[in-house]
T-cell receptor, first 112, second 112 residues
Framework: NAGVTQTPKFQVLKTGQSMTLQCAQDMNHEYMSWYRQDPGMGLRLIHYSVGAGITDQGEVPNGYNVSRSTTEDFPLRLLSAAPSQTSVYFC???????????FGSGTRLTVV | AQSVAQPEDQVNVAEGNPLTVKCTYSVSGNPYLFWYVQYPNRGLQFLLKYITGDNLVKGSYGFEAEFNKSQTSFHLKKPSALVSDSALYFCAVRDSGNKYIFGTGTRLKVLA
């Protein structure tokens, strides 16, 4: 049982480059979310999904896109990387609305 | 919009003493409240949740939390702290709008 798998674990981008952070879960969870974690700011919600084909914006969506074509996958796309997007990104999923989240191990992104 | 506040950046407690990590929330409607723990360079791990019912909920590793509707609080507690409890603790709230919002985190340091 792999849980929530995030790839890559580390990434360095140049300003203006684009990339996709991958997130996959094998628990048939309907709810998935992307967060970024910055020192002193806790976790901030970027985008979330309540099922395949349904996504919505969180607190800090600008500069990021998501899609949910399958229940398992929820990739996060950075359109044009900026130094302000340097952060640790976490993907999380839960089976039900009232459930606790299972988190991936994170992607540490540095934009130079 | 819902919000979560963790008023203490850091809590220090001696091993064997009881510990409390504070959390207050603001949400319209009935709150769903959660606590998570994060160890260094790891993703978050679910500890416990309050959905409805008994105001005192028990979770993993001997932790419990008390829901207080009048004070809009959901403080995390443990009767006897261990050095291994030292970590970063996050409170989270979910409302009917499907957004799952985290506080800024409290670093717990248990001193031997």
């Amino acid at each position: 049982n792999a849980g929530v798998t995030q790839t890559p674990k580390f990434q360095v981008l140049k300003t203006g480059q684009s990339m996709t952070l991958q997130c996959a879960q094998d628990m048939n969870h309907e709810y998935m979310s992307w967060y970024r974690q910055d020192p002193g700011m806790g976790l901030r919600l970027i985008h979330y999904s309540v099922g395949a084909g349904i996504t919505d914006q969180g607190e800090v969506p600008n500069g990021y896109n998501v899609s949910r074509s399958t229940t398992e996958d929820f990739p996060l796309r950075l359109l044009s990387a900026a130094p302000s997007q340097t952060s640790v990104y976490f993907c999380a999923s839960s089976r039900e609305f009232k459930g606790g989240y299972t988190f991936g191990s994170g992607t540490r992104l540095t934009v130079v | 919009a819902q919000s979560v506040a963790q008023p203490e950046d850091q809590v220090n407690v001696a091993e064997g003493n009881p510990l409390t990590v504070k959390c207050t929330y603001s949400v319209s409607g009935n709150p769903y409240l959660f606590w998570y723990v994060q160890y260094p360079n790891r993703g978050l791990q679910f500890l416990l949740k309050y959905i409805t019912g008994d105001n005192l909920v028990k979770g993993s590793y001997g932790f419990e939390a008390e829901f207080n509707k009048s004070q809009t609080s959901f403080h995390l507690k443990k009767p006897s702290a261990l050095v291994s409890d030292s970590a970063l603790y996050f409170c989270a709230v979910r409302d009917s709008g499907n957004k799952y919002i985290f506080g800024t985190g409290t670093r717990l340091k248990v001193l031997a």
